[in-house]
């Protein structure tokens, strides 16, 4: 099958729908004059609010969807092609449901909950269109696995080179094999860097300490800044991956909260209105 | 000095491996380097970490440069080796042994804390994903929700339906409700604004009209009668055209539809209606009602309709053409004058209209009242006849009876056929030949003053004949002066809101006005030059029907006057519609 993006997805059926319902939307509201000017309570007011609060059920029901792997309601692709089209719509169809009204009270706090969950969709779709291709870049025939592995490989070779060498060159091998670590905290992850790594200390101490050496010494502590550099390498690329597949996955961790949030500050908004209608 | 040295491995089961060998020399070096005899490959261990010597009978071991040993978890530079004694290398165990018949020292050198394997080590290290750097997305999911659901909804709901605990959660500055408010209320609400149930009474149901009128209780119908009543309203609730939470003044509709929702086609809606239709100023407006005296009487009132010329007649009652007054120059009792508009319309206290013109205050510096001005320069009282003659009469009385000059100039003929009183009394033939003399004198001023001469020249006199009086049956009647305040009394037009433009711009055919009965007002074409209705036309003013009207402003029937055919005490909203 041919590879198909989330954008255009059937001949971009979904943004066709979409802007179908922003143009509707927007001219209802443009024709629209009420007697106390417009809000949520007019009577497009609520057809704008009952169309919003399903869309949201809808949208949020995309979490249920996309673990059914067995459903044959559509495929998932086009979910997720109408989940964002449709979930874009929102911004609108909300907007003009509050009439620009805005104040600190638990309506607004729905809305700014539902721009929050659009915002990060909106990085959510940008990343899931950049960065798998930038993960493939970085890691070429290698996996995080097979990175791990040769990294360990290249401690294995650094300890037995470095035994004939000085202290102060073992002792930055073994700290480099001890202390070296990819990832970390999720900030550490997503800056792809770790400032205080040992691996890249080991580099810049070997050359360092090989301006000091002669003979036999110096041309171990070659080898042993060779190996040490390949590590380097690797280690860049390891975390450079880790780095792109949390900025892949972090926006899910605002998107997925938020929007369980914008569940039930929604519950709280329609029950406020109509009880105190 | 020779030395069996051990070195111990473990096999699979994990029981010692022991591979046997022996070595000469006078000492022995330990270390990782290569030509170390005790050769111990492993980075924890110093290229040359330590030696082993004899030194008085007794062997010791030493440790070289800066590393250390450790016996029994202390760190030591130097111990002597016995058998038993065990000490730690680095990551080796040295452990000394009973030394077999052919060696001096006997050792067994064991690796006791070998290095974690390089992969699994760095995978233990490394969190790779951000669920394992500890982000969480069903924790903060099912938190949020439940503080949300508990904060928003089900605090609010129990406080709403708990009486006594909305009595004193009302108190409070933040109360439960308070994130369900969706605006600022109108400023009159303000006082209630801390108990969302006065107006919200029911659950789930609308405000109900019978709680705006608990307080607004004498508000009459939006309508002249019960029938226009139910006709324009029929079931609209208060709260349909006055939504509340809409900042200080949201609670008065401003937009176009509240006029013409029923203005528009009032024609259509109540067929006996005076009233034009109108729907917005630019499109369909009726021509401006100007309203005007017809007389002096106080209701002798009329609206004209401004295409109407024929009747377009003001009668004030005051005879005052503006062409001589804004001549380019006037003469005055001071010399020459120019006139202006502000010369006599001042601006009000407020700005917005004018104060009245006075004749005191505008008229009199060149208008005087002097009635013998030959002779004095005293005049009559403004306002009065009456008071007009009685000055006149005092005066002439006061000369005849004392027979002196009451000003500079001689009164010539005035002393004529009276006699001096000759520092004697005045006899009563005297007093009374006076009197009569005055009365007469008088009279003939006043004829002169009413009819030809001072008033006649503002005023609209009428000379009265009849039997007795005391002014021997001739009296004048003033016509009293109606002057507008306002020609277009249904509107509001604030005149300081057009300052910038001059008086003849709207007013521009009063300088050549040779009568009082002309009216300037601006029609309905003028406003439309700079006004524009309700939708936005560039370079002009949106004006909705609210920019120039009130909503049956107070004064106004029927916003105030309780219609005819209302029962009293009854407000129209609630005698219309029962108890909804």
New interface residues.
């Given amino acids: 099958m041919r590879h198909q993006s989330l954008l255009a997805y059937a001949k971009y059926r979904y943004l066709k729908v979409a802007a179908a319902v922003v143009a509707v939307t927007v001219a209802a509201y443009a024709l629209h004059?009420p007697?106390?000017?417009p809000?949520?309570?007019t009577w497009l007011g609520y057809v704008l609010g009952t169309v919003g609060a399903l869309m949201i059920l809808w949208l949020l029901w995309f979490g249920v969807r996309k673990r059914r792997y067995s459903s044959t309601a559509g495929t998932l692709l086009g979910w997720l092609s109408a989940h964002v089209y449709l979930g874009t719509t929102l911004l609108v169809i909300a907007t003009l449901h509050a009439a620009f009204?805005v104040?600190?009270?638990?309506?607004t706090?729905a809305y700014v909950l539902m721009v929050l969950v659009i915002l990060s969709g909106f990085y959510g779709v940008w990343v899931y269109l950049k960065l798998p291709a930038a993960i493939t870049d970085t890691l070429a025939e290698d996996t995080?696995e097979s990175l791990?592995?040769k990294?360990?490989?290249l401690?294995?070779q650094a300890?037995?080179l470095?035994?004939?060498?000085?202290?102060a060159c073992?002792?930055l091998?073994?700290a480099a094999?001890?202390?070296?670590?990819?990832?970390?905290?999720?900030r550490?992850?997503i800056a792809g860097r770790d400032p205080d790594c040992p691996t890249i200390a080991a580099v810049v101490g070997l050359q360092a300490i090989g301006k000091t050496l002669r003979g036999e010494q110096a041309r171990a502590n070659q080898q042993l800044y060779a190996v040490m550099v390949r590590k380097q390498e690797l280690v860049a690329r390891?975390r450079r991956a880790?780095a792109l597949?949390?900025r892949i996955?972090?926006w899910?961790?605002v998107h997925?909260?938020?929007?369980?949030?914008l569940?039930?500050?929604l519950?709280?908004h329609v029950?406020?209105?109509?009880?105190?209608? | 000095m020779r030395l069996r040295l051990a070195t111990v491995t473990r096999n699979r089961k994990g029981q010692p491996v022991r591979a046997l060998r022996t070595i000469e020399g006078d000492s022995f070096a330990i270390g990782r380097g290569a030509q170390c005899p005790i050769f111990l490959p492993d980075p924890r261990v110093a290229l040359e970490h330590a030696t082993i010597f004899r030194s008085e009978g007794a062997t010791r071991l030493a440790a070289v440069g800066t590393a250390t040993l450790l016996v029994e978890g202390q760190h030591s530079p130097e111990i002597a080796l016995a058998p038993g004694s065990y000490v730690e290398v680095g990551p080796y165990g040295v452990t000394v042994e009973v030394p077999p018949p052919d060696a001096d020292l006997a050792l067994a050198v064991e690796l006791k804390r070998p290095l974690p394997d390089d992969l699994a080590d760095i995978k233990v290290r490394s969190r790779m994903s951000l669920t394992a750097a500890g982000l969480a997305k069903r924790r903060p999911a099912w938190m949020l929700l439940g503080a949300l659901l508990l904060l928003f909804l089900a605090v609010p709901v129990i406080n709403a339906v708990i009486p006594p605990l909305r009595e004193v959660t009302a108190k409070f500055p933040w109360p439960p409700d308070l994130p369900w408010n969706p605006g600022p209320l109108a400023a009159g609400h303000a006082g209630i604004a801390h108990d969302c149930r006065v107006c919200h009474e029911l659950p789930f149901v609308h405000v109900r009209d019978r709680t705006c009128l608990k307080c607004h209780g004498n508000v009459t119908g939006h309508a002249a009668t019960p029938t226009a009543q139910a006709d324009l309203f029929g079931d609209t609730r208060c709260a349909n055209c006055h939504a509340d939470h809409k900042g200080e003044t949201g609670l008065v509709r401003s937009d176009a539809g509240l006029c013409a929702d029923c203005h528009g086609d009032l024609k259509r809606r109540l067929p006996d209606t005076k009233l034009a239709d109108a729907r917005d100023f630019a499109k369909a407006h009726p021509e401006f009602r100007v309203t005007l005296w017809r007389g002096p009487g106080k209701g002798d009132v009329v609206r004209v309709v401004q295409t109407d010329k024929a009747n377009l007649v003001e009668r004030s009652g005051l005879r005052f053409p503006h062409v001589l007054h804004l001549q380019q120059s006037i003469r005055g009792p001071k010399g020459r004058v120019v006139l202006e508009c502000r010369s006599c319309h001042v601006p009000d206290a407020a700005g917005r209209s004018f104060a009245p013109v006075q004749m005191t205050k505008h008229c009199s510096d060149c208008h005087t009242l002097e009635f013998e001005p030959a002779v004095t320069s005293r005049q009559v009282p403004h306002g009065s006849v009456d008071a007009v003659m009685l000055t006149m009469q005092e005066f002439y009385a006061s000369i005849a009876l004392n027979n002196i000059a009451v000003d500079t100039v001689d009164p010539g003929d005035i002393r004529r056929g009276i006699p001096r009183p000759a520092g004697g009394t005045v006899t009563e033939e005297q007093r009374q030949r006076a009197q009569a003399w005055a009365r007469a004198k008088a009279e003939k001023t006043a004829q002169d003053l009413f009819e030809a001469r001072v008033c006649i020249v503002c005023h609209e006199v009428v000379k009265m004949t009849g039997p007795g009086g005391e002014r021997g049956g001739i009296a004048w009647n003033v016509a009293p002066v109606r002057l507008a305040s306002s020609w277009l009394p249904k509107s509001q037009f604030d005149h300081g809101k057009h300052r910038t433009y001059k008086c003849e711009d709207c007013h521009d055919k009063v300088a050549k006005s040779k009568s009082s009965a002309d009216v300037n007002i601006p029609d309905v074409e003028s406003c439309r030059v700079c006004h524009a209705g309700s939708e936005p036309v560039a370079n002009k003013v949106v004006s909705t029907c609210v920019s120039c009207h009130g909503f049956h402003l107070p004064g106004h029937a029927p916003w105030t006057k309780r219609a005819a055919g209302m029962p009293d005490g009854a407000p129209i909203a609630l005698a219309q519609r029962g108890t909804r």
């Avoid at chain 1, 104040?103 to 309506?107: A, F, K, P, Y």
């Avoid at chain 1, 997925?256 to 949030?261: D, G």
């Fill in positions: 004059r007697p106390a000017g809000y949520g309570g009204q104040g600190w009270n638990v309506h706090l995080l791990l592995i990294i360990a490989d401690d294995r300890r037995p470095a035994l004939s060498l000085p202290d073992n002792r091998v073994l094999s001890l202390g070296t670590d990819i990832g970390g905290s999720w550490t992850q390891a880790v597949k949390a996955d972090v899910l961790f997925v909260p938020l929007s369980v949030a569940l039930a500050a519950a709280a029950v406020s209105v109509f009880f105190y209608w």
